[in-house]
């Protein structure tokens, strides 16, 4: 009724800023900030020096998932209002999301000393404190937020999932008890109980998880949380149709959440994107513009195909940095991409873009990527993943940056990534067989790489690499134009955090205990080894790989 009465508002005094106004308002009130942005927008061109609409259209533009958009008139109500908390959070959100946590944290550092106890602002801090690197200063705001509020377990748990990327498994283990103790039913605590030990949890921890997944009640957000983590748990003890039953059920209630994959676009996409980037639409080697620092390095390939392995492998090299799984890339792709796109990139003409706008990206991508960095180093490694649908953006901005594809055998990839809890808009990850055409689709527009992209690509196999890691790695380093050290091989011996789910594996010598982990699942398979294309699979040296392969047990 308020709206219909707003409306005939509108349209009695179609020119009247305050109508526009209070309609807007109303429409973002019932979360419909897309209708409501066209109006916000008119009234910040009339009223330009008005903090609250530029305020309230941010919003709406973050709300929206348009961050880089919203910075504009967030930035120009922080100048008009400096003092406003509000302004201030909705601006470091923005900032942080749109791929600016340097420009974030000194916002949420006002915050802090404004409402040093505001559990949010404590939370975002810490996580942007986590993405500049510097988890050791977000472990000790965290600690002292603990100390003052005990029964916060919410910062427990932020505390415990910081102490893991920083590698400290006592401190993540004491968090996420404190915050069980505080809630004895909470999925979230046992889950990262479960993820710390994994096959040697304790009896105690699985019969409590099992019995809460028992519970019909139980939501789908906890029922998959729990659901992932406890059959990697089965699987460390080998209780492999177990461990299945269970990551068919974390699925399945993902699945109820997220709903299906649009595969069709997912295709339709990549078709775009090839397209876009064939020998006519592309200058030759050698005379693209863009900035001409080498030292990018694009570590990409399916998840759990060993892209953290190897950027771990690499950054123990003493001329290398390791990044980290930047999202740098995918953030400027964004900013690229036309306002209101459902797609980014492939969506976006790179022809067209202006010298200006590349050379800030590239120096923007520089700033996070050389962050923490040593200033002599000569090679920063990005181990971003699904970087490998951006490496025509990632030759714009870098011509002389160098790519290493992780290649794995896919059945063993399937297997990780159904059993592994992503976020909540990887739907691929759901489906077995939605996995498989994931691989067909990256194996399709790496293969289209390597035959148009000036960027040298370097086809790394883990399982040669696991089964004879020095002469892969020499071949790895000689690629990158590095010179040879042992150490290289030594990467388990740093004490350098690991934002991945990958974090405990790569603290240990480079095994061939996960090389055939499929054959535990064969039997559940079907619908992967149906979609999976030839091309899908990596040719390794295989009759080293099968004779290491048979002497090998799976990994806990």
Known sequence: LALEQMQRALALAAEDPDI???????????????????????VAQARPDDPGVQHLLGLALQRLGRNGEALVPLRRAFALAPANPRVLQALAESEFHAGHPDDAWPLWETLLRLHPDDHEVLQRGAETLNRLGRSD????LLRQATGRQPQARELWMVMGQTAEDLGDRDVARQAYTAALALAPDWAFPISGLLALDRGKASDALLEQASDLLARPELDDR????????????LDGRQRYPEAMARWHDANAARRR???????????RQADRLIAATTPARLPAPGRWPGNQDPRPVWVVGMPRSGTTLTEQLLAAHPGVHGCGELPDLFLIGNRFARPGSRTTWPEVDTAALGDAELEDAAWRYLRAASRDAPADAIGLVDKAPLNFFLLD??????PRSRVVWCRRDPRDIAVSVYGENFALQERLSTDLADIGRYINLQTRLMR????????????????ELAVDPE??????????GLDWTGSVLEFHRSERGVQTPSRWQVKQPIHTRSIGRWRHYQDQLAPLLATLDPDAYPRPAAAAVASKDQASTPSA
């Open 20 to 42: 526009h106004f209070q309609y807007a308002c109303l429409l973002a009130h019932q979360g419909m900030n897309a209708q409501a942005l066209p109006h916000f927008q008119w």
């Open 471 to 480: 002469p892969v790695a020499r071949r790895l380093l000689d690629f990158l």
């Open 257 to 267: 959440m997220t709903g299906a994959p649009d595969l069709a676009e997912h295709d």
């Open 222 to 233: 906890d029922r998959a949380l729990l659901g992932y983590e406890l059959g990697k748990a």
């Open 448 to 463: 289209h790489w390597q035959a148009q992209s000036p960027l040298p690509v370097f086809e790394l196999c883990y399982e």
């Open 137 to 140: 200063q977000a472990l000790e």
């Open 393 to 398: 953006l990632a030759a714009r901005l870098f």
